[in-house]
Antibody, heavy 118, light 111 residues
Framework: QVQLVESGGGLVQPGGSLRLSCAASGFTFTDYYMSWVRQAPGKGLEWVSYISSSGRTSYADSVMGRFTISRDNDKNSLSLQMNTLRDEDTAVYYC????????????WGQGTLVTVSS | QSALTQPASVSGSPGQSITISCTGTSSDIGGHDYVSWYQQHPGKAPKRMVYDVIKRPAGVSNRFSGSKSGNTASLTISGLQAEDEADYYCSSYTSSSTFVVFGGGTKLTVL
């Protein structure tokens, strides 16, 4: 069955960096776009970024220029490099299998918590 | 402020039906048939319940149904059960640069 397992979250100071990873299994990784979606404490869902199987990327305005999404199709893995972190980046970050056409996130990981605080 | 508007909360008794609305614009819900609904229990990841406005993934109960009229989509849950108590989020494809927009979420309480 489809499994997405995130890692790499933690506590980081404002202005710092963090790299999230997502290990995918149970499906043909190269058939799908992949996304990061985040949820601030007590708040709703916010799409962060997606990447196509060939490496085409897109970002939300709120993270453009600070975050970089990447994937390794040989290792079935997805990453999110987060730089210049701000307090408002504090959230649970989910890795999600994505249908770009449908704007649909059909499988989600369990999430990893990123806390930006001094 | 979320791009799609949902009621903050709805409630119903076991066995009853409830409907959650999700209002957008002609750039998202009104212009495309790509509305999805997600269920999220506390501390858990969201789960896809409905997609393409009306479609249900395998394994999702037929008590969950989606619909759309104009710029408003709806999720109806019939025969409410205690396990349905959760947060529900709608989303839609959008022709704007963000590609997808979410609603702010609706907390369903089963009385």
């Amino acid at each position: 069955q489809v499994q997405l397992v995130e890692s790499g979250g933690g506590l980081v100071q404002p202005g710092g960096s963090l790299r999230l990873s997502c290990a995918a299994s149970g499906f043909t990784f190269t058939d799908y776009y992949m996304s990061w979606v985040r949820q601030a404490p007590g708040k709703g869902l916010e799409w962060v970024s997606y990447i196509s199987s060939s490496g085409r990327t897109s970002y939300a305005d709120s993270v453009m220029g600070r975050f970089t999404i990447s994937r390794d199709n040989d290792k079935n893995s997805l990453s999110l490099q987060m730089n210049t972190l701000r307090d408002e980046d504090t959230a649970v970050y989910y890795c999600a299998r994505t249908s770009r056409l449908r704007a649909l996130f059909d499988w989600w990981g369990q999430g990893t918590l990123v806390t930006v605080s001094s | 402020q979320s791009a799609l508007t949902q009621p903050a909360s709805v409630s119903g008794s076991p066995g009853q039906s409830i409907t959650i609305s999700c209002t957008g614009t002609s750039s998202d819900i009104g212009g495309h048939d790509y509305v999805s609904w997600y269920q999220q229990h506390p501390g858990k990841a969201p789960k896809r319940m409905v997609y393409d406005v009306i479609k249900r993934p395998a394994g999702v109960s037929n008590r969950f149904s989606g619909s759309k009229s104009g710029n408003t989509a709806s999720l109806t849950i019939s025969g409410l059960q205690a396990e349905d108590e959760a947060d529900y989020y709608c989303s839609s494809y959008t022709s704007s640069s963000t590609f997808v927009v979410f609603g702010g979420g609706t907390k369903l309480t089963v009385l």
